[in-house]
C-alpha cells in the first residue's frame, strides 16, 4: 500500500463523522516504555481529552461529542521485538488499544522498517494525530513518515490549548521553541489529514498518564508487519559507546556547568575554583565541548549525560533547549548570563544579570567566606 | 563524485533580536543572517570528502535575496557553483515545503552525495534532509558524526556512518549511495575562507531556478504549501520564577550565597 500526497484530502471530504483517533508510538529502552514515551502518553491522553470538547473531524461547526469519547481514544502502536512485557505496561493504562507489531524485521531500529510499519497503518486507519516522543531516534524518521503519508509534521512541541486566536473552530494552537528557545511559536496546523507530533522531554508530566478504569484494560493486538515493506535501509554493524563515561555526573550533588559564554579554554580557571570551593564536578553546554574546551564526558544535555543534582550553577549557557532536557530536573538552578532574555533565565531558580568573568570569582569568594 | 551541500541563512540569535510588526517572527532590519551551525559543517564534510574523492560540491540554500551572501561564503570556502532557490513562491514553508522544493532542485543532477546540517538554529525542525531523502528515495541518516566513503575514493558505492543516538552511543551503519547525511555540529572543524577563494567566489554561477524550472506548482510551496502556520512568536517570561539578584557582582554574590544556605538550604 503507498500513500500519495493528496490522499489525506480526499479521505477527509469522503469520512462519515466519527471520533477523533489519537494515536501514541512509545520508544522503547531495554524493552520497557521509556520516561519520555511515558510523557507522550500523557500528551495524548490530553490530547484526546481536549479534542473530546471540539467538533469530531469532518463535522460542521463546533459541536462538543459527548465526554464517553474523550481519553479512551487513544491508541498505542509499538514496534520492535520482545514487546510483551512493554505491551503489558500500556495495558495498565487508559487506551482503547494497544497495538504490537512485533517481527524479526524490526530486531533492530532503523527508518525504512519503522517507515514500512508506520505508513500503511496510518493510511488504513487515518489517525487524526499520532504523538511521538521527541527523540533522536524519532527526528531520524518522523519527517520521512509524514512525508510518505502526506502527513502534517509538528515537532517538538511544549503544549498546547483549544482556545486559540480562531477558537476552537480552527482547533488548537500548539506551542514550540524556536531560536534554541530565545522565543516560543504558537503554531497551528491546517488541512485535513493526519499530523505527526513529537513532543519535547519535559513538557507533560509523565505522573500525569491516567491508568485504565477497574476492569477494562485496553485490548493487545498484533499489527501485522509485511516484510516487503518493513525493509531496513541502512545496515546495522554496530553500536559504541562515545566516551569511557569516567566522569560520572549523574551522582554529583553540586555542578557548575559552563556555556560558550566563558569565551576559551583559557578561561576556564576561574569556574574550576568555584566548582573547587563548593566541592562541585565541572560540567558543560555543547558549544563548549564542541570547540575542545573541555572533554566531551563532561557534556550535559540530550547528547551528553541528564542530571538533578541538588544544585546546578549555569555560568554563560543560554540554555538551548538540548541543555535545559539535561539539567531542569536539578533542585536548585542558579543561572549567570549577561542577556537578560537568555531562556536559562525561565529553567532556573535564581539568576543574576552580569559577566561571569567578575560574577564567577566573586560568588567564590563569597562561598569560601561563608564556609569559613 | 558529485556532492551537494544545503545550506540554511538564519537569524544570528547573539544580536539583539526585535519582533516583527505582524508578530509572527523577527525584525529583520539590522538583524544579523549567518551560516547556520551545523550547515557550515556539513559544507566543510563535503568539501573534504570531495577533495579526497576527487569531485565538487554544489551548494543550494532556499531564500530571499539575502542569501546569496550565504551561498558566496559556500562559494569562497570551495563549492563550485550554488543553486539558489529565491522565488518568493519558496519562502516561508515548513519543512515539507522546503523539502519538496530542494528535492526538486537537487533531482536535476546526478549527484552521489546530498549533505545537509542536521537541525537549523532558527525553526528547529530537524526535518528537511530527510524529506528530501523520501522524495529522492534515497536511504538518509539523521545526526551524523562520521563519514567513511567505501571505497574511499573514485566511485565509492556506500558510506560507513556514524550517527549519535542517545546517553553517548553511537550506532554504525552502512547505507548505499546516492543517500542524504544530515550532519552534526562538531564533525569536523570548518576552515575559514582565504583571501584567493573570496576572489574566485565571486567568478562562480549562482543559478536561480523558478518553481516552474522545476516543474513545481507554487501551491506545493512555501506558506502556501505548508500544512503548518505560524500564528505568532513572543519571548519567553523573562525569569519566570528565577528571583532575580540584583547589584554588582560583589553584592550579588553574597546575596545569592545567603539565599543558597538559608532559603534554598542547599549550602
Redo the contacts between chains.
Keep these: 500500500m503507498t500513500a500519495n500526497e493528496n490522499e489525506g484530502e480526499e479521505a477527509a471530504a469522503a469520512r462519515p463523522r466519527r471520533p477523533w483517533r489519537v494515536w501514541v508510538v512509545p520508544q522503547l529502552r531495554e524493552g520497557r516504555v521509556s520516561r519520555v514515551s511515558w510523557e507522550a502518553v500523557a500528551a495524548a491522553q490530553r490530547l484526546a481529552a481536549a479534542l473530546g470538547q471540539i467538533a469530531e473531524p469532518g463535522g460542521p461547526g463546533p459541536a462538543p461529542l459527548p465526554a464517553t469519547l474523550d481519553s479512551a481514544r487513544v491508541e498505542a502502536v509499538l514496534l520492535g521485538t520482545g514487546l510483551a512485557g512493554a505491551a503489558q505496561e500500556l495495558a495498565e493504562r487508559d487506551l482503547a488499544a494497544v497495538h504490537v507489531a512485533d517481527h524479526a524485521a524490526l530486531a533492530a531500529y532503523?527508518?525504512?522498517a519503522w517507515i514500512g510499519v508506520l505508513a500503511p497503518a496510518i493510511a488504513a486507519a487515518s489517525p487524526d494525530f499520532v504523538v511521538f516522543p521527541h527523540?533522536?531516534?524519532t527526528?531520524?524518521?518522523?519527517?520521512?513518515l509524514?512525508?510518505?503519508t502526506g502527513a502534517?509534521?509538528?515537532?517538538?512541541v511544549t503544549g498546547f490549548s483549544a482556545s486559540?486566536?480562531d477558537g476552537a473552530a480552527a482547533g488548537l494552537?500548539w506551542s514550540r521553541?524556536?531560536?534554541?528557545?530565545?522565543?516560543?511559536?504558537?503554531?497551528?496546523?491546517?488541512?485535513a489529514g493526519p499530523?505527526l507530533v513529537s513532543v519535547q522531554s519535559g513538557s507533560f508530566p509523565a505522573d500525569g498518564v491516567a491508568p485504565a478504569a477497574a476492569g477494562i484494560a485496553p485490548e493487545v493486538k498484533p499489527l501485522p508487519v509485511d516484510p516487503g515493506q518493513a525493509r531496513p535501509?541502512?545496515?546495522?554493524?554496530?553500536?559504541?559507546?562515545?566516551?569511557a563515561?569516567q566522569v560520572d555526573l549523574t551522582k554529583a550533588g553540586?555542578i557548575v556547568a559552563v556555556g560558550r559564554g566563558v569565551g576559551g579554554a583559557d578561561k576556564i580557571g576561574p569556574v574550576e575554583d568555584l566548582a573547587r570551593a563548593?566541592g562541585a564536578e565541572i560540567g558543560a553546554s555543547?558549544p563548549v565541548?564542541?570547540s575542545g574546551w573541555l572533554p566531551r564526558e563532561r557534556q550535559i544535555g540530550?547528547?551528553?549525560?541528564t542530571v538533578a543534582p541538588?544544585?546546578y550553577i549555569a555560568a554563560g549557557i543560554?540554555g538551548a533547549?538540548q541543555h535545559l532536557v539535561g539539567m531542569k530536573g536539578s533542585?536548585?538552578i542558579?543561572?549567570i548570563n549577561k542577556d537578560?532574555?537568555a531562556?536559562i533565565?525561565?529553567?532556573?531558580?535564581?539568576?543574576?544579570?552580569?559577566?561571569l568573568h567578575?560574577?564567577v570569582?566573586?560568588?567564590t569568594?563569597?562561598?569560601k567566606?561563608?564556609k569559613g | 563524485m558529485l556532492i551537494a551541500v544545503c545550506i540554511k541563512q538564519v537569524?544570528n540569535?547573539e544580536a539583539r533580536?526585535r519582533l516583527s510588526r505582524d508578530g509572527k517572527g523577527?525584525d529583520e532590519e539590522d538583524l544579523p543572517f549567518i551560516v547556520n551551525e551545523s550547515d557550515e559543517y556539513a559544507l566543510e564534510e563535503g568539501l573534504r570528502l570531495a577533495e579526497r574523492s576527487g569531485g565538487e560540491v554544489v551548494a543550494f540554500s532556499l531564500g530571499p535575496e539575502r542569501v546569496r551572501e550565504a551561498l558566496r561564503k559556500a562559494l569562497a570556502l570551495g563549492a563550485a557553483r550554488a543553486v539558489h532557490l529565491a522565488d518568493p513562491a519558496f519562502a516561508g514553508g515548513?519543512?515539507?515545503a522546503t523539502?519538496r522544493a530542494l528535492a526538486a532542485a537537487l533531482a536535476r543532477e546526478p549527484f552521489d552525495l546530498v549533505l545537509t546540517g542536521s537541525?537549523s538554529?532558527?525553526?528547529?525542525?530537524?526535518?528537511?534532509g530527510?524529506?528530501i531523502?523520501?522524495?529522492l528515495g534515497w536511504?538518509?541518516?539523521?545526526?551524523v558524526m562520521g563519514v567513511e566513503l567505501e571505497p574511499p575514493s573514485g566511485a565509492p558505492v556506500s558510506a560507513?556512518?556514524?550517527?549519535?543516538?542517545?546517553?553517548?552511543?553511537?550506532?554504525?551503519?552502512?547505507?548505499r549511495l546516492p543517500a542524504v547525511l544530515e550532519i552534526q555540529?562538531?564533525i569536523n572543524h570548518p576552515r575559514y575562507a582565504s583571501l584567493k577563494g573570496i576572489m574566485q567566489a565571486k567568478k562562480k554561477e549562482i543559478a536561480v531556478p523558478s518553481p516552474a524550472d522545476l516543474g513545481l506548482d507554487p501551491a506545493q510551496l512555501g506558506v502556501a504549501g505548508?500544512?503548518?502556520?505560524?500564528?505568532?512568536?513572543?519571548?519567553?517570561?523573562?525569569?519566570?520564577?528565577?528571583?532575580?539578584?540584583e547589584g554588582d557582582?560583589?553584592t550579588?554574590?553574597?546575596s545569592?550565597?545567603?539565599?543558597?544556605?538559608q532559603e534554598?538550604r542547599?549550602?
Design positions: 532503523t527508518p525504512g527523540t533522536y531516534q527526528v531520524d524518521f518522523v519527517p520521512r509524514a512525508q510518505r502534517g509534521l509538528l515537532p517538538e486559540g486566536a494552537v521553541p524556536v531560536l534554541g528557545g530565545k522565543l516560543q511559536a504558537t503554531v497551528r496546523v491546517r488541512g499530523v535501509d541502512r545496515e546495522i554493524l554496530g553500536y559504541e559507546q562515545v566516551t563515561q553540586v563548593l555543547r565541548i564542541d540530550s547528547s551528553g549525560q541538588r544544585l543560554s533547549i533542585s536548585v542558579v543561572a537578560p532574555s531562556p533565565f525561565t529553567v532556573a531558580h535564581y539568576g543574576l544579570v552580569g559577566d567578575e560574577v570569582p566573586a560568588l569568594a563569597a562561598v567566606a561563608a | 537569524p540569535a533580536l523577527l515548513d519543512a515539507l523539502g537541525q538554529d532558527d525553526a528547529g525542525f530537524g526535518a528537511t530527510s524529506v531523502a523520501g522524495h536511504p538518509h541518516v539523521w545526526l560507513k556512518v556514524t550517527r549519535e543516538m542517545e546517553s553517548g552511543i553511537n550506532e554504525v551503519s552502512r547505507v555540529a562538531g505548508s500544512r503548518l502556520e505560524v500564528l505568532s512568536v513572543a519571548f519567553p517570561a523573562a525569569g519566570k520564577g528565577a528571583q532575580m539578584i557582582a560583589k550579588a554574590a553574597e545569592l550565597v545567603a539565599k543558597l544556605r534554598a542547599v549550602l
